[in-house]
């Protein structure tokens, strides 16, 4: 079983006026095999504990930690992490022109295993992911994500999702965008790839209605860079029935 454990995290973007707070203390234990949904209001700092995680340089860590399995990812470069086994879907993924989807795959999944894979059993994964994916086999050939539609490009991240195994998915806002029938599609190859490899997902979306599909072991609500409540799926029933507003009415009266 591997663990992320984040513990105390503090993290600052920098602005036209100064480096601004956005994370203020966030404590998580994400297991393999478990679920994770993080949901809260637009600009509760949800995106930013993802890329965090995953690396990008514009978000500053002041204090705090993370591990995982033990080492801290925090020392870690990007593609460190990701050989660790830690992988992030993005809510908007970017295109790559002259890189094909099967090639950026392969020296992906050659990059991680230090090897790369048989061409046969690699075609015939890759074939099979696409196949349960409903994406066109013609798309192995395009560029990365080039020309994609939104629910295009989102399958596109759950395809590298089931042919690289990762031991730990982060998914930012992977519904947006998405209608009925492709969120259908998507969210039953996150519950492949967690039954064949013991995935553990971190959920970050706004919305239940992908929790009707991906369900959650843990929902943790997020306001203001802090999580301010925590418990299992009927957490994510009562946000249907009252929205987020005595999480954040609280803290406008202060204001006022």
């Known amino acids: 079983m591997s663990v992320l454990e984040i513990r105390d995290l503090h993290v600052t973007v920098e602005t036209e006026t100064g480096a601004s707070p956005i994370l203020n203390g966030i404590d998580l234990t994400i297991r393999t095999g478990e679920t994770h949904a993080i949901m809260g209001p637009n600009g509760s700092g949800k995106s930013t504990l993802a890329y965090t995680i995953a690396g990008h340089p514009k978000y500053t860590v002041t204090s705090g930690s993370i591990t995982f ?21 993005m809510q908007y993924p970017v295109e790559i022109p002259g890189v094909t989807v099967t090639n950026f795959l392969r020296t992906a999944k050659t990059a991680l295993d230090g090897e790369a894979p048989g061409i046969r059993q690699w075609t015939k994964d890759v074939n099979a992911a696409m196949t349960n994916l409903r994406m066109d086999p013609k798309f192995a050939q395009r560029n990365v994500n080039e020309g994609f539609s939104g629910g295009e490009k989102k399958r596109h991240e759950i395809l590298q999702l089931e042919v690289l195994q990762p031991k730990l998915a982060v998914l930012d806002e992977t519904d947006s965008g998405l209608d009925v029938d492709a969120l259908k599609v998507v969210s039953e190859g996150v519950n492949r790839a967690k039954e064949n490899t013991n995935l553990g997902v971190l959920l970050i979306t706004h919305y239940t209605r992908i929790l009707r599909y991906i369900h959650p072991d843990f929902v943790h609500v997020m306001v203001a860079g802090r999580i301010v409540e925590e418990g299992g799926p009927e957490l994510a029933d009562r946000l249907e029935e009252e929205g987020y507003d005595r999480f954040v009415r609280p803290s406008e009266d202060v204001q006022a």
């Open 69 to 89: 399995d033990g080492e801290d990812v925090l020392e870690m470069s990007v593609d460190e992490r990701a050989r660790a086994g830690l992988f992030l879907a």
